[in-house]
């Protein structure tokens, strides 16, 4: 027996999905354009425009005149009268590869019968709007609407900078529809926010909303503050022309003649378009703004391409919903909707209490994100989110993933707002300001927070400390295990973790712990790519790795325990609930600290494997006891001496004693030093603890001077390439961190300077470059960029082949 047609090919289930996609999609779309809202993200719904259009593919008869696959979304409020266009408005198919833009550009040099020169411009991610000019007058502006009808916005167009009420030139027609993008800046949408934000007002979640929201108001009702607010927000929009409507008889042939033409009636064009020959200068377009995306004064989400000749567009012809002679190609987003499970508050190594996001994992701009930060409780409070909201996520290319605000309307009634502790999640103590009107909360118990000296051990070991491979942010953790603080290898014999014992570690104090893996800087705990916290065991032994299964510690304390499972749950159980790392109970994970593997080690003292890592720490820490004392300066974690400050007092002074037996005065009159640092060195010594940790590093071999230094003040001059050469590096240099290009020009004997003068050799000046630039250009010095900068702190002077200043 056959199946009826309709079943037979899956029509039924394909209406069901179609029916049901058009109505979300419509409801997004109400949402999007009458309410300047996005319940979902662009991709989510592009995903979605996506799939029925796969539908209609394969079932062309689900295709009907009201699917949203053939009409231009969009509609007309009532706020706003009406406007018919002269001539259609249209949206624009999409592409998001270059293979599929390939794809349509062969098919229309096809329907063309040779490839057209193509018009490439930025897609500017705003709100259209139809312009008609009369005899080179403004008569309305009106938005796009559903293409045929638009909102009548005339009124607010007036207080738009660069919006002529009246062409300039000669030679208008009659009747001329100019369409364009009204937008915001990237930096006045920041600030908008912030007074919207003040007045009690909803804030955008993007610039497009924005520029949405903003026109389209009305001034009738709105109190003065509310109506200043509206015209701040017409003040700051602008617009780009992209295209023309009704125009008969146009006097050039090209789109791009015609950019010309409206630009010299007083029309703002974009800077930025560019005619091309090929798809593959296309290409180099499309990949030169994809890289360049955050250097444009507005946002982006793509670029369009069109063909440029107005007869082959005539023959093109368009959809009932876009253009088949220009298509947007779509940049992958950057803003994505999660939602927000959690705000916790994470410890860093300076005592800052940083609250934080737990998001639903989410993949945006080439890796999962699942929290960002939120700065402060402030913060929290004007980004008006609400634990369990749905929230707009942005992560533009390597820039930290930021929370921009709630999606409100999504809202059910579950959602609770977060409230700051008053006590340090991982020690207890209460927090508090460090100076009145400080918005920052700290943990006061700067000594033995678990968090602050896990902060400070891992800043011992980093790059710019004492540089030990090992000691990085696991080693630290596992030397100050915040679970079981008073078991760790640094605990002193009260319990007390501290820094002061690091080189009198041995082997035997290296036992096998699990750790939960955290940043030392905020002090949030890591995760892995499915949300679970990251955990490590840094010092496992070889025998300690049971088959196929989880760590499970041997030894007497744990005989009870037979498998990793009990381990487990003994854990969650266990009394430090309160205690930071606690967090980790409500992760599921295998590798859980538990009571259990944190005890183990006293499972005696042979250690018949050692772990290798413990090993190679234990050798590196008594290496590091005679690594240079800039590097023993940086290690003590006294406030603002990184390496350059460390440097600086270090040849200055030669050793530990002579800086602190220094004055105020003598102190900041140290090039490289100044006033703030000396103060923060004098408090330091002044704190009992610290001068522990000297007593012992120094009982336990560290070396705080430099062997042979003269003294204060004969500072030992280091030999090199650049000696006697003074060098100032400003603005970014590839490859070099700004304290990092200061270290190489001192490690090559250079001296660093921090302004230009007629003393100064060479100034090395990249992206952002200011004033110091401008001084070298005026005096003549000689500017090198990075790629110069790092032949010159590695070769010398002469490998440049220049001739310094002088
Ligand atoms: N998140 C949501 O809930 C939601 C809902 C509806 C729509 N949207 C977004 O809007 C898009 C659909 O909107 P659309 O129909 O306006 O299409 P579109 O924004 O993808 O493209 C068409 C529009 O691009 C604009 N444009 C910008 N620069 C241009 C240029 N240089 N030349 C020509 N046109 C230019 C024009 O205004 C034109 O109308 C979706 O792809 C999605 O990104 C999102």
Redesign the pocket.
């Known amino acids: 027996m056959t199946e009826p047609t309709s079943t037979r090919d899956g029509l039924d289930e394909a209406k069901a999905e179609w029916t049901e996609l058009a109505e979300r999609?419509q409801s997004?779309?109400a949402?999007?354009?009458e309410r300047d809202?996005?319940?979902?993200?662009?991709?989510?719904?592009?995903g979605l425009?996506q799939r029925l259009e796969e539908i209609e593919r394969r079932f062309p008869e689900l295709a009907g005149q009201d699917s949203p696959t053939r009409r231009?979304?969009?509609g007309v409020s009532e706020l706003f009268a009406p406007v018919v266009h002269a001539q259609r408005?249209?949206?624009?198919d999409?592409v998001f590869s270059i293979d599929e833009f390939r794809g349509w550009a062969e098919k229309v040099a096809r329907d063309l019968g040779g490839a057209p020169a193509f018009l490439c411009?930025?897609?500017?991610?705003?709100?259209?709007?139809n312009l008609r000019y009369e005899n080179g007058k403004l008569v309305t502006a009106a938005t796009?609407g559903d293409g045929v009808t638009g909102e009548d916005v005339t009124a607010n167009i007036a207080y738009i900078p660069g919006i002529p009420q009246r062409l300039s030139g000669t030679g208008h027609p009659p009747l001329v529809e100019v369409?364009?993008?009204v937008y915001f800046p990237v930096a006045a949408f920041a600030e908008l926010n912030a007074h919207r934000e003040a007045l009690g007002e909803k804030v955008f979640a993007n610039p497009?909303n924005a520029a949405s929201g903003s026109l389209r108001q009305k001034s009738e009702g709105k109190s003065p503050e509310r109506l200043a607010l509206m015209h701040e927000g017409f003040e700051r929009l602008r617009l780009?022309v992209?295209?023309i409507g009704a125009w008969e008889h146009p006097p050039v042939h090209s789109q791009s003649e015609m950019y010309e033409l409206l630009a010299s009636w007083g029309l703002p064009v974009?800077k930025y378009?560019k005619v091309v020959m090929g798809t593959e200068a296309v290409a180099e377009f499309i990949e030169h703004f994809g890289a360049e995306r955050h250097s444009v004064e507005h946002e982006?989400?793509?670029i369009?391409i069109?063909v440029d000749n107005f007869a082959q567009q005539g023959s093109l012809g368009s959809t009932s919903?876009?253009p088949r002679w220009?298509i947007?190609y779509?940049y992958p987003p950057e803003q994505v909707n999660t939602k927000l499970l959690d705000i916790r508050v994470g410890v860093g190594r300076t005592g800052r209490a940083t609250p934080y996001a737990v998001v639903e994992p989410v993949f945006v701009a080439g890796s999962t994100v699942s929290q960002a930060t939120l700065h402060n409780q402030d913060v929290v409070r004007a980004k008006g989110v609400l634990i369990g909201d749905t929230v707009v996520l942005r992560k533009a290319g390597d820039v930290i993933p930021e929370i921009l605000g709630p999606v409100t309307e999504l809202r059910d009634g579950s959602e609770h707002a977060f409230v700051m502790p008053t006590e340090c999640p991982e020690c207890g103590t209460p927090l508090r300001a460090m100076k009145e009107g400080d918005i920052d909360l700290r943990c006061p118990n700067a000594r033995s927070c678990p968090a602050q000296v896990r902060g400070r051990v891992e800043h011992i070991g980093s790059r710019g400390g004492l540089d030990i491979e090992v000691l990085g942010e696991v080693v630290a953790a596992a030397l100050t295990q915040p679970l079981f603080p008073e078991r760790a290898p640094l605990a002193d014999a009260h319990g007390v973790v501290g820094e002061a014992g690091l080189f009198d570690l041995t082997v035997k104090d290296l036992f096998p712990v699990v750790v939960v893996v955290r940043d030392a800087e905020t002090g949030l705990p890591k995760l892995n790519d499915d949300g679970s916290q990251r955990e490590a065991m840094p010092f496992q032994r070889r025998r300690d790795i049971k088959k196929d299964g989880p760590f499970v510690a041997p030894g007497p304390d744990i005989s009870n325990v037979d498998d990793a499972g009990s381990a487990d749950s003994n854990a969650a159980d266990s009394g430090s609930a309160d205690s930071g790392a606690a967090d980790a109970g409500e992760q599921p994970s295998t590798n859980k600290p538990t009571e259990a593997s944190a005890r183990l080690d006293f499972a005696g003292d042979e250690l018949s494997v050692p772990s290798a890592n413990a090993i190679k720490l234990i050798e590196n820490l008594e290496l590091a006891k005679t690594k240079p004392l800039w590097r023993i300066l940086v290690s003590l974690n006294i406030r603002h001496v990184g390496p350059v400050a460390a440097r600086a007092l270090a040849d200055f002074f030669g050793s530990l004693d002579a800086i602190r037996a220094a004055s105020r005065d003598e102190l900041a009159q140290v090039e490289g030093v100044g006033g703030i640092i000396a103060d923060s060195l004098l408090e330091w010594f002044e704190i009992d603890w610290h001068q522990e940790i000297v007593r012992r590093w120094t009982a336990a071999g560290v070396q705080f001077s430099i062997p042979g230094h003269p003294g204060p003040g004969a500072a030992a001059e280091v030999e090199g390439v650049l000696s006697g050469l003074t060098i100032v590096a400003t603005g970014s240099l590839d490859g070099f961190t700004r304290d990092g290009a200061k270290e190489a020009i001192i490690a090559a004997g250079g001296k660093a300077a921090s302004s230009v003068s007629k003393k100064t050799d060479y100034v090395a000046a990249g992206p952002g470059a200011g004033s110091k630039l401008t001084k070298a250009e005026e005096l003549g010095v000689p500017v090198l960029d990075a790629a110069q900068f790092a032949v010159l702190v590695t070769e010398g002077p002469d490998a440049l082949g220049l001739t310094s200043n002088g």
């Open positions: 999609i997004y779309q949402a999007y354009y809202e996005s319940l979902v993200s662009d991709a989510e719904y592009d425009m231009v979304g969009g408005m249209y949206s624009l999409n411009e930025l897609k500017i991610d705003g709100l259209a709007l796009r369409r364009g993008e497009r780009t992209h295209g974009s378009a982006i989400d793509g369009v069109k919903r876009a220009a947007a779509k």
